[in-house]
Protein backbone atom coordinates (compact mmCIF):
# COMPACT_ATOMS: atom_id res chain seq x y z
CA UNK A 1 0.00 0.00 0.00
CA UNK A 2 0.71 3.81 -0.50
CA UNK A 3 2.70 4.97 2.19
CA UNK A 4 1.20 8.98 3.31
CA UNK A 5 4.33 10.40 2.89
CA UNK A 6 5.42 8.43 -0.34
CA UNK A 7 5.77 10.82 -3.69
CA UNK A 8 2.93 9.35 -6.14
CA UNK A 9 4.44 8.43 -9.54
CA UNK A 10 2.03 7.15 -12.31
CA UNK A 11 3.52 5.47 -14.96
CA UNK A 12 2.20 5.74 -19.18
CA UNK A 13 0.97 1.45 -18.32
CA UNK A 14 -0.97 1.83 -15.25
CA UNK A 15 -2.38 5.09 -16.47
CA UNK A 16 -4.28 3.50 -19.74
CA UNK A 17 -4.68 -0.04 -17.23
CA UNK A 18 -6.29 2.93 -14.89
CA UNK A 19 -8.36 4.26 -17.36
CA UNK A 20 -10.08 0.59 -18.89
CA UNK A 21 -11.05 0.24 -15.76
CA UNK A 22 -12.65 3.48 -15.05
CA UNK A 23 -14.09 3.49 -18.67
CA UNK A 24 -15.56 -0.06 -18.05
CA UNK A 25 -17.04 1.33 -14.70
CA UNK A 26 -18.48 4.90 -16.25
CA UNK A 27 -20.31 2.15 -18.52
CA UNK A 28 -21.52 -0.73 -16.34
CA UNK A 29 -22.90 2.15 -13.47
CA UNK A 30 -24.48 4.16 -16.57
CA UNK A 31 -23.10 6.80 -14.71
CA UNK A 32 -21.69 10.15 -16.14
CA UNK A 33 -18.38 11.03 -15.12
CA UNK A 34 -15.64 9.09 -13.17
CA UNK A 35 -12.34 10.44 -11.83
CA UNK A 36 -9.55 9.33 -9.15
CA UNK A 37 -7.88 11.17 -7.03
CA UNK A 38 -4.93 10.71 -4.92
CA UNK A 39 -5.96 12.00 -0.68
CA UNK A 40 -3.56 14.90 -0.91
CA UNK A 41 -5.92 16.39 -3.94
CA UNK A 42 -4.44 15.82 -6.80
CA UNK A 43 -6.44 14.35 -9.89
CA UNK A 44 -4.63 11.30 -11.46
CA UNK A 45 -7.42 10.43 -13.92
CA UNK A 46 -11.08 11.54 -15.17
CA UNK A 47 -13.52 10.03 -17.75
CA UNK A 48 -16.90 10.74 -18.82
CA UNK A 49 -18.81 13.88 -19.51
CA UNK A 50 -15.52 16.07 -18.24
CA UNK A 51 -15.71 19.22 -20.40
CA UNK A 52 -17.91 21.22 -18.74
CA UNK A 53 -16.28 19.85 -15.26
CA UNK A 54 -13.91 21.90 -13.14
CA UNK A 55 -11.77 18.68 -12.44
CA UNK A 56 -8.59 20.43 -10.73
CA UNK A 57 -11.08 22.01 -8.30
CA UNK A 58 -13.30 18.65 -7.60
CA UNK A 59 -10.10 17.02 -6.67
CA UNK A 60 -8.74 19.52 -4.30
CA UNK A 61 -12.30 19.52 -3.01
CA UNK A 62 -13.11 15.62 -2.72
CA UNK A 63 -10.07 15.39 -1.15
CA UNK A 64 -10.89 18.09 1.67
CA UNK A 65 -14.06 16.37 2.22
CA UNK A 66 -12.26 12.63 2.74
CA UNK A 67 -10.04 14.63 5.53
CA UNK A 68 -12.94 16.10 6.62
CA UNK A 69 -14.97 13.15 7.22
CA UNK A 70 -11.54 11.15 8.52
CA UNK A 71 -10.92 13.53 11.14
CA UNK A 72 -15.31 13.11 11.99
CA UNK A 73 -14.33 9.43 12.24
CA UNK A 74 -11.87 8.70 14.18
CA UNK A 75 -13.28 11.43 16.81
CA UNK A 76 -15.55 8.43 17.18
CA UNK A 77 -13.41 6.15 17.06
CA UNK A 78 -13.45 4.68 13.69
CA UNK A 79 -11.01 4.09 11.12
CA UNK A 80 -12.53 5.85 8.39
CA UNK A 81 -15.74 6.37 6.38
CA UNK A 82 -14.54 4.45 3.41
CA UNK A 83 -17.79 5.59 1.56
CA UNK A 84 -19.47 8.80 1.41
CA UNK A 85 -22.66 9.75 -0.82
CA UNK A 86 -24.06 13.39 -1.83
CA UNK A 87 -27.46 13.26 -2.81
CA UNK A 88 -28.57 16.40 -5.41
CA UNK A 89 -31.83 17.21 -6.87
CA UNK A 90 -30.38 16.10 -9.92
CA UNK A 91 -26.77 14.58 -9.71
CA UNK A 92 -25.32 12.29 -6.73
CA UNK A 93 -21.76 11.83 -5.89
CA UNK A 94 -20.61 8.48 -4.62
CA UNK A 95 -17.03 8.76 -2.92
CA UNK A 96 -15.29 5.64 -1.47
CA UNK A 97 -11.38 5.20 -0.76
CA UNK A 98 -9.22 2.72 -2.14
CA UNK A 99 -6.34 1.06 -0.94
CA UNK A 100 -6.23 3.45 2.10
CA UNK A 101 -4.96 6.05 -0.60
CA UNK A 102 -6.67 6.87 -3.68
CA UNK A 103 -10.17 8.37 -3.97
CA UNK A 104 -12.66 6.83 -6.45
CA UNK A 105 -15.71 9.70 -7.35
CA UNK A 106 -18.32 8.86 -9.38
CA UNK A 107 -21.18 11.49 -10.54
CA UNK A 108 -24.37 9.98 -11.74
CA UNK A 109 -28.07 10.60 -12.30
CA UNK A 110 -31.21 9.02 -12.59
CA UNK A 111 -30.41 7.05 -15.47
CA UNK A 112 -28.50 4.60 -12.60
CA UNK A 113 -29.33 4.09 -8.66
CA UNK A 114 -27.33 3.92 -6.00
CA UNK A 115 -27.53 0.32 -5.53
CA UNK A 116 -25.78 -0.13 -8.85
CA UNK A 117 -23.22 2.06 -8.20
CA UNK A 118 -22.06 0.77 -5.34
CA UNK A 119 -22.33 -2.67 -6.41
CA UNK A 120 -20.11 -1.40 -9.74
CA UNK A 121 -17.38 0.30 -7.18
CA UNK A 122 -17.01 -2.54 -5.47
CA UNK A 123 -15.73 -4.40 -8.05
CA UNK A 124 -13.61 -1.84 -9.39
CA UNK A 125 -11.96 -1.05 -6.65
CA UNK A 126 -10.62 -4.74 -6.21
CA UNK A 127 -9.01 -4.21 -9.60
CA UNK A 128 -8.17 -0.97 -8.85
CA UNK A 129 -6.75 -1.61 -6.00
CA UNK A 130 -4.21 -4.34 -7.80
CA UNK A 131 -3.21 -1.44 -10.64
CA UNK A 132 -2.18 0.58 -7.75
CA UNK A 133 -0.44 -2.36 -5.92
CA UNK A 134 1.71 -3.01 -9.34
CA UNK A 135 2.31 0.53 -9.17
CA UNK A 136 3.80 1.01 -5.86
CA UNK A 137 6.16 -2.39 -6.62
CA UNK A 138 7.06 -0.98 -9.92
CA UNK A 139 7.86 2.44 -8.26
CA UNK A 140 10.18 0.75 -5.81
CA UNK A 141 12.13 -1.45 -8.13
CA UNK A 142 12.57 1.71 -10.70
CA UNK A 143 13.97 3.75 -7.43
CA UNK A 144 16.57 0.56 -6.72
CA UNK A 145 17.56 0.05 -9.57
CA UNK A 146 17.43 3.62 -11.42
CA UNK A 147 16.41 2.67 -15.03
CA UNK A 148 13.95 5.28 -15.40
CA UNK A 149 16.21 8.54 -14.07
CA UNK A 150 13.72 11.26 -12.67
CA UNK A 151 13.27 14.21 -14.70
CA UNK A 152 14.16 16.33 -11.83
CA UNK A 153 17.80 14.90 -11.25
CA UNK A 154 19.32 17.51 -13.40
CA UNK A 155 16.97 20.62 -13.41
CA UNK A 156 19.03 23.72 -12.87
CA UNK A 157 18.86 27.39 -10.95
CA UNK A 158 17.91 28.74 -14.51
CA UNK A 159 15.67 26.36 -14.99
CA UNK A 160 13.58 27.09 -11.64
CA UNK A 161 14.21 30.37 -12.28
CA UNK A 162 12.88 30.36 -15.54
CA UNK A 163 9.36 29.52 -14.48
CA UNK A 164 8.99 32.75 -13.34
CA UNK A 165 10.04 34.87 -16.31
CA UNK B 1 3.98 14.63 -1.83
CA UNK B 2 4.52 15.56 -5.09
CA UNK B 3 2.58 13.14 -8.00
CA UNK B 4 4.81 12.98 -10.96
CA UNK B 5 2.83 11.72 -14.00
CA UNK B 6 5.14 9.93 -16.59
CA UNK B 7 1.67 9.42 -18.57
CA UNK B 8 0.43 13.15 -18.91
CA UNK B 9 4.16 13.98 -18.01
CA UNK B 10 3.12 16.44 -15.03
CA UNK B 11 4.38 17.50 -12.20
CA UNK B 12 2.10 18.23 -9.26
CA UNK B 13 3.41 19.90 -5.84
CA UNK B 14 1.48 20.98 -2.81
CA UNK B 15 2.48 24.45 -0.88
CA UNK B 16 1.02 25.53 1.97
CA UNK B 17 0.75 29.19 3.66
CA UNK B 18 -0.40 29.09 7.40
CA UNK B 19 0.16 31.69 10.38
CA UNK B 20 -2.18 33.18 12.92
CA UNK B 21 -5.72 34.62 11.99
CA UNK B 22 -5.50 37.58 10.06
CA UNK B 23 -2.01 37.51 8.68
CA UNK B 24 -2.59 37.66 5.36
CA UNK B 25 -2.31 34.21 3.86
CA UNK B 26 -5.89 34.34 1.70
CA UNK B 27 -4.76 37.84 0.82
CA UNK B 28 -1.50 35.96 -0.46
CA UNK B 29 -3.34 33.78 -2.62
CA UNK B 30 -6.13 36.44 -3.88
CA UNK B 31 -2.72 38.85 -5.07
CA UNK B 32 -1.32 35.31 -6.85
CA UNK B 33 -4.88 34.71 -8.54
CA UNK B 34 -5.24 38.44 -9.69
CA UNK B 35 -1.59 38.71 -11.25
CA UNK B 36 -1.55 35.88 -12.80
CA UNK B 37 -2.82 35.21 -16.29
CA UNK B 38 -6.03 33.45 -17.68
CA UNK B 39 -3.83 30.25 -19.14
CA UNK B 40 -1.44 29.65 -15.48
CA UNK B 41 -4.54 29.81 -13.13
CA UNK B 42 -7.36 27.26 -12.24
CA UNK B 43 -10.54 28.63 -10.32
CA UNK B 44 -9.77 29.66 -6.92
CA UNK B 45 -11.67 28.24 -4.26
CA UNK B 46 -12.54 30.00 -0.92
CA UNK B 47 -14.24 27.73 1.67
CA UNK B 48 -14.71 30.64 4.26
CA UNK B 49 -17.44 31.92 6.49
CA UNK B 50 -20.39 35.24 5.94
CA UNK B 51 -17.73 37.34 7.35
CA UNK B 52 -14.91 35.95 5.08
CA UNK B 53 -12.65 34.52 7.50
CA UNK B 54 -11.13 30.98 6.24
CA UNK B 55 -13.28 27.91 7.25
CA UNK B 56 -11.56 25.24 5.70
CA UNK B 57 -9.26 26.12 3.38
CA UNK B 58 -8.06 28.16 0.17
CA UNK B 59 -7.13 26.44 -2.82
CA UNK B 60 -5.11 28.14 -6.04
CA UNK B 61 -4.35 25.88 -8.67
CA UNK B 62 -1.26 27.04 -11.20
CA UNK B 63 0.54 26.08 -14.14
CA UNK B 64 4.02 27.76 -14.07
CA UNK B 65 5.32 26.28 -16.98
CA UNK B 66 7.77 23.73 -17.74
CA UNK B 67 10.44 22.24 -16.55
CA UNK B 68 12.38 19.67 -18.87
CA UNK B 69 9.02 18.78 -20.62
CA UNK B 70 7.17 18.08 -17.84
CA UNK B 71 4.04 20.45 -16.75
CA UNK B 72 4.85 21.90 -13.17
CA UNK B 73 2.03 22.74 -11.42
CA UNK B 74 1.52 24.12 -7.97
CA UNK B 75 -1.51 23.61 -5.96
CA UNK B 76 -1.57 26.72 -3.30
CA UNK B 77 -3.73 26.01 -0.35
CA UNK B 78 -4.04 28.03 2.79
CA UNK B 79 -5.23 26.94 6.16
CA UNK B 80 -7.53 28.88 8.58
CA UNK B 81 -5.41 30.77 10.91
CA UNK B 82 -8.14 31.18 14.05
CA UNK B 83 -6.73 29.15 16.72
CA UNK B 84 -10.25 27.17 17.56
CA UNK B 85 -9.98 25.36 13.60
CA UNK B 86 -7.05 24.08 14.53
CA UNK B 87 -8.48 20.23 13.19
CA UNK B 88 -9.24 21.52 10.02
CA UNK B 89 -5.77 23.35 9.83
CA UNK B 90 -4.15 19.69 10.43
CA UNK B 91 -5.88 18.09 7.84
CA UNK B 92 -4.54 20.95 4.70
CA UNK B 93 -1.06 19.63 6.13
CA UNK B 94 -1.49 15.83 4.80
CA UNK B 95 1.00 15.70 1.53
CA UNK B 96 2.63 19.22 1.91
CA UNK B 97 6.06 19.90 0.10
CA UNK B 98 6.56 23.42 1.34
CA UNK B 99 5.62 26.04 3.21
CA UNK B 100 5.12 29.45 3.39
CA UNK B 101 4.72 31.09 7.47
CA UNK B 102 2.82 34.23 7.17
CA UNK B 103 4.04 36.26 10.08
CA UNK B 104 1.89 39.14 11.28
CA UNK B 105 4.68 41.93 11.98
CA UNK B 106 2.24 44.02 14.45
CA UNK B 107 3.66 44.87 17.47
CA UNK B 108 0.35 43.25 19.22
CA UNK B 109 0.60 39.93 16.82
CA UNK B 110 3.78 38.89 18.66
CA UNK B 111 2.53 36.13 20.48
CA UNK B 112 0.22 35.18 17.82
CA UNK B 113 2.67 33.88 15.47
CA UNK B 114 5.16 32.33 17.83
CA UNK B 115 1.83 30.31 19.07
CA UNK B 116 1.11 29.84 15.23
CA UNK B 117 4.67 28.79 14.57
CA UNK B 118 4.58 26.14 17.61
CA UNK B 119 1.25 25.32 16.23
CA UNK B 120 2.92 24.23 12.87
CA UNK B 121 5.56 22.13 14.19
CA UNK B 122 3.18 20.35 16.55
CA UNK B 123 1.10 19.73 13.65
CA UNK B 124 3.41 18.84 11.35
CA UNK B 125 4.68 16.17 13.37
CA UNK B 126 1.40 14.47 13.55
CA UNK B 127 1.62 13.39 10.26
CA UNK B 128 5.03 12.80 10.47
CA UNK B 129 7.01 15.86 9.23
CA UNK B 130 9.73 17.59 10.23
CA UNK B 131 9.51 21.45 9.85
CA UNK B 132 13.58 21.67 9.88
CA UNK B 133 13.58 19.22 6.96
CA UNK B 134 10.87 20.87 4.78
CA UNK B 135 11.16 23.44 2.13
CA UNK B 136 10.30 26.19 3.86
CA UNK B 137 10.23 29.99 3.91
CA UNK B 138 9.14 33.05 6.08
CA UNK B 139 7.11 36.27 4.88
CA UNK B 140 7.36 39.18 7.44
CA UNK B 141 3.59 40.73 6.58
CA UNK B 142 2.24 44.47 6.88
CA UNK B 143 5.81 45.93 6.89
CA UNK B 144 3.49 48.90 5.73
CA UNK B 145 2.10 48.99 8.94
CA UNK B 146 3.10 51.97 11.68
CA UNK B 147 3.51 49.41 14.91
CA UNK B 148 5.55 46.91 13.64
CA UNK B 149 8.04 44.78 15.06
CA UNK B 150 11.55 45.24 13.70
CA UNK B 151 13.17 42.71 11.03
CA UNK B 152 15.54 41.69 13.60
CA UNK B 153 13.28 40.99 16.27
CA UNK B 154 11.02 38.81 14.18
CA UNK B 155 13.71 37.36 12.40
CA UNK B 156 15.69 36.19 15.71
CA UNK B 157 11.86 35.02 17.03
CA UNK B 158 10.76 33.17 14.66
CA UNK B 159 13.85 32.43 12.17
CA UNK B 160 16.57 30.21 14.33
CA UNK B 161 16.94 27.89 11.58
CA UNK B 162 17.58 31.17 8.95
CA UNK B 163 15.38 29.90 6.28
CA UNK B 164 15.17 32.37 3.28
CA UNK B 165 12.75 35.26 4.73
CA UNK B 166 10.96 38.17 2.86
CA UNK B 167 9.25 41.34 4.17
CA UNK B 168 5.68 41.48 2.74
CA UNK B 169 2.71 43.62 1.94
CA UNK B 170 0.49 41.26 0.44
CA UNK B 171 -2.50 44.45 0.12
CA UNK B 172 -0.23 45.84 -2.62
CA UNK B 173 1.65 42.68 -3.28
CA UNK B 174 4.83 43.65 -1.94
CA UNK B 175 7.29 40.10 -1.36
CA UNK B 176 4.01 37.90 -3.03
CA UNK B 177 5.81 36.62 -5.75
CA UNK B 178 8.87 36.48 -4.04
CA UNK B 179 7.79 34.43 -1.25
CA UNK B 180 6.16 32.18 -3.66
CA UNK B 181 8.99 31.56 -5.85
CA UNK B 182 11.62 31.12 -3.20
CA UNK B 183 9.50 28.06 -1.72
CA UNK B 184 8.78 26.73 -5.50
CA UNK B 185 12.57 26.70 -5.59
CA UNK B 186 13.11 25.00 -2.61
CA UNK B 187 10.38 22.19 -3.16
CA UNK B 188 12.04 21.88 -7.01
CA UNK B 189 15.72 21.21 -5.19
CA UNK B 190 14.25 19.34 -3.08
CA UNK B 191 12.80 17.30 -5.37
CA UNK B 192 15.91 16.96 -7.38
CA UNK B 193 18.00 15.83 -4.07
CA UNK B 194 15.24 13.42 -3.77
CA UNK B 195 15.85 11.93 -7.49
Known amino acids: MLGPQSSLVMYDEEYQRILLLLEKLLREANSKVIFLVDKNGQLIAATGETANLDTTSLASLTAGNIAATG ?31 VILVVIFDQRSSLGL ?31 TPSPFAEITDDDIDNLFN | ?86 AS ?6 GVDGIVFVADSQEERFDANIESMENLKDN ?37 RQVPELEGCAMTGEGV ?17 GS
Open chain 1, 71 to 101: GLAKLIGEKEFSILFHEGEKDNIHISIIGGR
Open chain 2, 1 to 86: MSFINYASREINCKIVYYGPGLCGKTTNLQFIYNKTAEESKGKMISLATETERTLFFDFLPLALGEIRGFKTRFHLYTVPGQVFYD
Open chain 2, 124 to 160: LEEQGFDLDKLPFVIQYNKRDLPNVSTMEELSNLLNP
Open chain 1, 117 to 147: VRLRVKKASNELGIVFEDLVNKTEEEAISGN
Open chain 2, 177 to 193: FETLKAVAKLVLNDLKK
Open chain 2, 89 to 94: RKLILK
